[in-house]
């Protein structure tokens, strides 16, 4: 069964503590890509990966940091610096070829207070 | 990146056809039309993607006019489990190669 999976769907965490979100796909892409989505807000490119041990920074990086040192997780880690965490997290996947339809799986909430 | 506008909501009855329209003045001649649909607490889903005249798949039709500027995403005889938001998204296949999401329209599908 191909897809891609986020664990957990809910996260609590304090203030001050980093947390990673988990992001594994089954799909063999090569694109990963992580979004924010904020209530009533479309979603906010966070970093992207096209490739095993490379990533680009999206829209909004600052206080998050990601690795991709397998082709089928990219986990996020949202850090102390990151100002306002508590958000819906989506990873998402495509082929290189077509990154115009992406993948999404089921989301992350992250609650922080 | 070119930006998009569409209406913020939309009603519908159940079995009419819903067309929402999409504005993308400064589309580039390298970026393609992209729809989405998304359900409450759960990652989008792709819908149709196009770059001129007309696409036609299982759930959905993408018109797009020759100068390209707007899109509309066509749904046939929706039903209570379209409602659902709706994003239209240009997607340039140049360098940026990214996907920006505005707000989208919310469908709401009435009995």
């Known amino acids: 069964d191909g897809g891609i999976t986020q664990s957990p769907k809910y996260l609590f965490r304090k203030e001050g503590q980093n947390v990673t979100l988990s992001c594994e796909q089954n799909l063999n892409h090569d694109a990963m890509y992580w979004y924010r989505q904020d209530p009533g807000q479309g979603l906010r490119l966070i970093y992207y990966?096209?490739?095993?041990?490379?990533?680009q920074k999206g829209d909004i990086a600052e206080g998050y940091s990601v690795s991709r040192e397998k082709k089928e997780s990219f986990p996020l880690t949202v850090t102390s610096a990151q100002k306002n965490p508590t958000a819906f997290y989506l990873c998402?996947?495509?082929?290189?070829?077509?990154?115009?339809?992406?993948?999404f799986g089921p989301g992350t909430r992250l609650t922080v207070t | 990146l070119a930006k998009t506008t569409q209406p913020i909501s939309m009603d519908s009855y159940e079995g009419q056809e819903v067309n929402i329209t999409c504005s993308h003045n400064?589309?580039?001649?390298?970026?393609?039309i992209t729809w989405y649909q998304q359900f409450p607490s759960q990652g989008p889903r792709f819908i149709i993607q196009g770059y001129k005249t007309k696409v036609t798949n299982e759930v959905a039709s993408l018109f797009i006019p020759a100068d390209r500027k707007s899109s509309t995403l066509s749904l046939p005889r929706v039903s209570l489990s379209d409602t659902a938001v709706y994003y239209c998204l240009v997607f340039s296949s140049g360098s940026a190669r990214q996907l920006t999401f505005g707000s989208g329209t919310q469908l709401t599908v009435l009995p």
């Open positions: 400064n589309i580039a001649t390298n970026d393609y």
């Open positions: 998402a996947s495509s082929i290189a070829a077509a990154p115009y339809e992406q993948y």
């Open positions: 990966s096209q490739i095993v041990n490379d990533f």
